[in-house]
């Protein structure tokens, strides 16, 4: 399947908030994701298919790379978007400085740990009990760039 990985704009925003409310029991709302627009530490992507197909969060602050969420439609897994998404997104921190990226993720979502395991994420520390609804321990997974 053809798709790009592009900057979210403001007219991916229904559907992102769409994604997070089929993925995330927390879901990100339109008002929050579209101020990540006017934030100039964040640099959200999105996956553009026949549609958007994904996307994916990354806030930085004095040189540390935070993935807050990366999500991709049902009917558009398990065909490469999610590593794109991912890679573009460690690239671009990488690019502008950034020493290290950091996400958190439930310890039951082993297609997502699969997919940061093979993209040279390492464990740094379990968040006990960070996600609630339900409750589960958040594993920290941390990929240094090498300088
Ligand atoms: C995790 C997620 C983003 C992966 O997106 P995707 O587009 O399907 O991922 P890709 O096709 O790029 O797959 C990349 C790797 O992820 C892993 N993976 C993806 N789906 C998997 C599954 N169902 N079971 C096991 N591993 C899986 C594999 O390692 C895969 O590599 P491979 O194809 O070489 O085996 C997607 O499953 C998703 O949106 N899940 C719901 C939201 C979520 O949990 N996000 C993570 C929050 S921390």
């Not at 100039?40 to 197909?53: I, K, R, T």
């Amino acid at each position: 399947m053809n798709f790009t990985v592009e900057k979210m704009k403001g007219e991916h925003i229904p559907r992102v908030a769409e994604l997070e409310r089929q993925c995330f029991s927390q879901p990100w709302s339109e008002k929050g994701l579209a101020e990540e627009l006017d934030n100039e530490n964040s640099h959200f992507l999105v996956a553009v298919a026949d549609g958007l197909a994904g996307y994916i969060g990354v806030q930085e602050i004095c040189g540390e790379a935070y993935i807050t969420n990366v999500a991709v439609f049902e009917d558009y897994r398990k065909r490469g978007i999610g590593r794109a998404l991912l890679e573009a997104a460690c690239k671009g921190a990488e690019g502008r400085g950034c020493e290290f990226i950091t996400l958190e993720v439930r310890e039951s979502n082993l297609s997502a740990i699969a997919l940061y395991e093979s993209e040279g994420f390492e464990v740094a520390g379990v968040r006990k009990n960070f996600y609630s609804d339900p409750t589960e321990n958040g594993i920290i997974y941390t990929k240094n760039f090498e300088r």
